[in-house]
């Protein structure tokens, strides 16, 4: 149990460049380990967003979004979440929570688009809590994880 | 940590051994040793993954690229690979179907279709 009723976060921005996605895969990864994410879980975990870091950053390089990307990790009782914010304007609202309809086909369009929804396939594989939305103003990928009461690290 | 890659020739395979890393940063490099082994002739590739200590979906497009590649001069790309999580990518992705998954270097040199 943490003190007070705040939930703990750690909130982390990158430049978008591909360099970068692994110390984001690090430090959420290192976060959840002390929140009590089951260490058999932190290597999907490291994936997913180690992923959703990497749709982030493509979507910032192919929309010329010079602001950087935005990861905010969620220390809360029962659960951990991750949240990967992009800044690149959708035309039209899109809900993709589902991401059964995301097939891996179309990743055989090398370097194109199709790794964005490779990218969401592999999440939505991973990950059972995940929400994918976005908008006119951006796009935001939330990704939680139970944690184990009492086996948090402090 | 970064991408290792080494080449060596058995037979008329090309064994491209890789180590480390496979994501959006260090995929590039593994794109391009693949086009180059296909532009000087290497049409049966078999791509040690013992190594690797993680594979995001970058890699697996470039993987898939590579294997696109091959087929185009009725070459083949095999994979080899133990390790449950990085074959775990594989199963939820559906690309276990598509490149065929050897538990040995020796045993992907041998196979044939």
């Known amino acids: ?154 | 940590m970064d991408l290792s890659l080494s080449t060596e020739t058995v037979g008329d395979r090309t064994v491209v051994r890789v180590g480390g890393e496979i994501d959006v940063y260090t995929a590039p490099k593994l794109r391009e040793q693949l086009v180059e082994l296909v532009n000087d002739g290497s049409y049966h590739l078999v791509v040690d993954m013992e190594g690797v200590d993680f594979l995001d979906s970058t890699g697996l497009g470039v993987l898939v690229g590579g294997l696109k590649r091959v087929r185009a001069h009725e070459g083949s790309l095999r994979l080899v690979c133990n390790q449950e999580r990085i074959l775990k990518i594989f199963r939820i992705t559906g690309l276990t179907k598509v490149f065929p998954i050897h538990t040995s270097v020796d045993d992907a040199v041998q196979a044939t279709d």
Not at chain 1, 81 to 101: F, K, L, Q
């Open chain 1, 1 to 154: 149990m943490t003190e007070g009723d705040g939930m703990a976060t750690v909130e982390l921005l990158f430049s978008a460049l591909p360099e970068h996605v692994r110390t984001a895969r690090l430090v959420a990864a290192a976060v959840a380990r002390r929140a009590g994410v089951d260490e058999a879980v932190l290597d999907e975990l490291r994936l997913a967003v180690g992923e959703a870091c990497s749709r982030a950053v493509g979507l910032h390089i192919s929309h010329g979004v010079a602001a950087p990307v935005r990861v905010v990790l969620i220390e809360d009782e029962k659960k951990f979440s991750i949240e990967v914010g992009d800044d690149a304007p959708r035309p039209a609202p899109v809900s993709a929570a589902s991401g059964a309809a995301h097939r891996p086909g179309s990743a055989q369009d090398e370097g194109g688009d199709g790794e964005d929804d490779m990218g969401l396939a592999v999440i939505s594989g991973l990950v059972d809590d995940v929400e994918v939305t976005a908008d006119e103003t951006g796009g935001l990928i939330r990704m939680s994880w139970p944690t184990t009461p009492g086996a948090a690290v402090s």
